[in-house]
């Protein structure tokens, strides 16, 4: 999938990759797409909650070798 910005937030712990999701996406253009890379297995069901409360849309996740990579589309 294309994307315009990546944010590895590996190694980071709840709540950072969200704080830092949220961060990143607060520098971007509505509908750009932003890759997330994380680490931690709660942020699984922590994008997905954050995706659904700010409006922006989880377009895809995955995992690939042990970590888990989201697709978020700006709002």
């Not at 590996?10 to 607060?26: E, F």
């Not at 989880?58 to 709002?75: D, I, M």
């Amino acid at each position: 999938m294309e994307f315009n910005k990546e944010f590895d937030a590996s190694g980071l712990a709840c709540p950072m990759p969200i704080v830092k999701t949220k961060k990143a996406l607060a520098d971007m253009a509505s509908g750009q797409v932003l890759r997330v890379i994380a680490t931690d297995p709660g942020a699984v069901c922590d994008m997905a909650a954050f995706a659904e409360q700010t409006g922006h849309a989880l377009l895809e996740q995955s995992t690939e070798t042990g970590k888990f990579v989201f697709y978020l589309k700006k709002a």
